[in-house]
């Protein structure tokens, strides 16, 4: 079993960054494909990076180049860097692990997801 909690979501200007956590427990986080995804009102859940125990990385290409995910399998803590932000990342962004090896960007393959926390960018 795997507990996922979200923090450092907020309301910010256009061009800023900010970071988002998300802290895990569970003995085997290391060993989990850590993702995060978001959602917006009215749209689907969306993938927007991924992270491998191997430490190989995905992005949507909606957010490459300005998103960086990171992981710390000593600290069970997975990091999404977002610079440059846009109102059109205006979304919940939810963190969310998986036992597969090619969970890759399928929500479905993800097992667990915390609650997630809100991110507002105003132009």
């Known amino acids: 079993q795997v507990q996922l909690v979200e923090s450092g979501g907020g309301s910010v200007q256009a061009g800023v960054s900010l970071r988002i956590s998300c802290a895990a427990t569970?003995?085997?986080?290391?060993?989990?494909?850590m993702g995060w995804f978001r959602q917006a009102p009215g749209k689907e859940r969306e993938f927007v990076a991924g992270?491998?125990?191997?430490?190989?990385?995905s992005y949507a290409d909606s957010v490459k180049g300005r998103f960086t995910i990171s992981r710390d399998n000593a600290k069970n803590m997975v990091y999404l860097q977002m610079d440059s932000l846009k109102p059109e990342d205006t979304a919940i962004y939810y963190c969310?692990?998986?036992?597969?090896?090619?969970?890759?960007?399928?929500?479905?393959?993800?097992?667990?997801w915390g609650q997630g926390t809100q991110v507002t960018v105003s132009s």
């Open positions: 969310a692990a998986s036992r597969l090896p090619n969970a890759g960007t399928n929500r479905y393959a993800y097992d667990y």
């Open positions: 569970g003995r085997t986080f290391s060993a989990y494909v």
């Open positions: 992270i491998w125990s191997t430490l190989i990385t």
